[in-house]
């Protein structure tokens, strides 16, 4: 369906409010990550945890993420059965538990455990709200709508850099803090809607209608969106009752299906290798190679970088869904590679030498890239990264297939968070030059790859993949829209709606 036919809804505070509150989780991800990078540094910390090495700092900062990795496999199946809205309350009873280990550890074997229990309560937020959040938003707002997570988690790394700042001679206040956003989230639950997708899913119809009607159209419906909306849903319900996927394996039984699974763990995995983790945890040590000495400086400068991800993760909130995808990722990837292109020159010519003549003003050149490299990734890469999964999928792979996404997005975390600081201590520069080379690689697979997705329904990605339901859901939108001339005209064929008329 052309752009130009769609109806546009009355879309108002209640998906804004939802889609929002939701985002909870992704800010509770982003704290941990800016603790963490904290955290790390912290003289206090360093020795009641007898100095670890850079291997054993590496893995307690990274087995949260094989916590996710495990959370996201598992969130896929509950979310199926029990809904967005319910797992995402599982997740929060399972981050309480892991939080409170972490922050009354006395071993570093117990901190670890503690962080891959939330770890998985991790995973599983990040797989469920991206995709509540997709399926409560109009196709002319969802990427504004998922952005919301990306924003939350940037907002939350912040947060946490400059409590880590204030908080340098105590690690457990900042790790318990973390309890008090968590407890608002699971309240707030039991005020949010169901997906209506989900709804239809179940066979409760009825709930599903007036829950569209109520964010769409104030209640009506018989709005004319309400209406397409919905029979767009029913349609895809038919279809999948009997063509349901009740394993990861059966992902890849359909040609349409199996690319999109392809081109959405593609894209996550991609998020990973192009270096924002790298610079997120590791940002004090990396700062710390460029001349920036001492803990506080060291943390003031993560903090700014971190006021930098939130500013700039305004404009993908209000315009992705007017720039697109494509061309959101292409220029985001442009700047990113660009700015570890010149740190690296730069830190290979003038290396930092303590104690030794050190160039001031370029070292500080190579930290002031390392802002560039964070807001290129923030306008783009950032968001996007969440919402191209979360919107591909037809209803009967969505769970699983997102799952399976960001199962890839906290293996591969993992594995940067392995690597990243044995690379900063063997090759320094090097490891500029080889986020440089990942940005390159990446652009060109977005570029020869992935289709653009913005302005379609969820449900209209059968058509973009030629997925076995595109003739169905392309009658659908026939039947509730025609051009008349220069004029919309909404034709209704009441005999042909999915929805009864009382």
């Known amino acids: 369906m052309e752009e130009d036919q769609k109806i546009v809804p009355k879309t108002g505070w209640r998906v ?4 929002c509150f939701a985002s909870i989780g992704g800010f509770l991800f982003g704290y941990d990550q800016g ?6 540094v912290m003289p206090y910390w360093i020795h009641y945890f007898n100095d670890p090495d850079e291997v054993r700092r590496g893995f307690i900062t990274s087995i949260l993420l094989l916590g996710a990795f495990a959370g996201a496999l598992f969130a896929g199946p509950l979310s199926e059965r029990i809904g967005r809205k319910i797992s995402v309350m599982v997740a929060t009873v399972i981050f309480w538990l892991g939080t409170s280990m972490q922050t009354g550890a006395t071993s570093d074997g117990l901190l670890m455990a503690g962080r891959f229990i939330q770890g998985i309560s991790i995973g599983m937020y990040s797989m469920n709200i991206t995709v509540y959040q997709s399926e409560l938003s109009p196709a002319h707002l969802r990427g504004r709508a998922v952005s919301l997570q990306q924003f939350s988690i940037v907002f939350g ?3 946490a850099f400059w409590i880590g700042y204030g908080c340098d ?5 900042p790790l318990g803090i973390q309890l008090a956003p968590s407890v608002l989230l699971f309240i707030g639950c039991f005020f949010l809607p ?3 997708r989900w709804l239809c899913s179940r066979g409760r119809y009825d709930e599903a209608l007036e829950t569209l009607a109520k964010l769409h159209a104030n209640g009506d419906v018989n709005d004319s969106y309400v209406r397409q909306e919905y029979d767009e849903i029913m349609e895809q319900i038919k279809f999948e009752n009997e063509k349901a996927v009740k394993s990861y394996m059966e992902l890849f039984r359909s040609p349409s299906t199996r690319k999109r699974v392809i081109l959405a763990c593609g894209i996550q995995t991609m998020q990973q290798w192009i270096g924002i983790n790298a610079v997120l945890y590791y940002a004090p040590f990396i700062f710390r190679s460029a001349g920036m000495t001492g803990t506080l400086p060291s943390l003031l400068a993560t903090g700014v970088n971190g006021i930098v991800c939130v500013i700039c993760t305004i404009p993908a909130i209000l315009f992705v869904d007017k720039w697109g995808r494509r061309k959101t990722l292409l220029a985001g990837g442009t700047g990113m590679g660009v700015s570890m292109l010149i740190a690296g020159a730069v830190l290979k010519v003038y290396p930092y030498v303590e104690g030794g003549e050190n160039n001031t003003s ?5 930290v002031a890239m390392m802002f560039i490299f964070s807001a290129s990734f923030s306008f783009s890469w950032g968001p996007i990264g969440w919402i191209y999964p979360a919107e591909i999928f037809p209803m009967r792979a969505r769970a699983k297939g997102a799952s399976l996404a960001t199962a890839s997005n906290y293996i591969f975390n993992f594995v940067i968070g392995q690597i990243t600081p044995i690379m900063l201590e063997e090759i320094a520069y090097g490891t500029y030059m080889f986020f440089f080379a990942t940005n390159v690689v990446c652009a060109l697979i977005i570029y020869f790859f992935y289709p653009e997705t ?3 329904t969820l ?3 059968e058509i973009l993949f030629g997925g076995e339901e595109a003739q169905a859901i392309e009658a659908v939108a026939a039947r509730k829209y025609q051009n008349s001339g220069d004029e919309k005209q909404e034709v209704v064929d009441d005999k042909s709606s999915s929805i009864e008329k009382s």
């Open 35 to 40: 603790v963490m990078s904290g955290i790390l």
């Open 169 to 173: 001679a105590s690690w457990r206040i």
């Open 16 to 19: 804004a409010l939802a889609v």
């Open 459 to 461: 449900e209209e990605m």
């Open 194 to 196: 169901y997906s209506p």
């Open 362 to 366: 370029a070292q500080y050149g190579a």
């Open 157 to 159: 790394i912040m947060v």
């Open 454 to 456: 913005k302005n379609r």
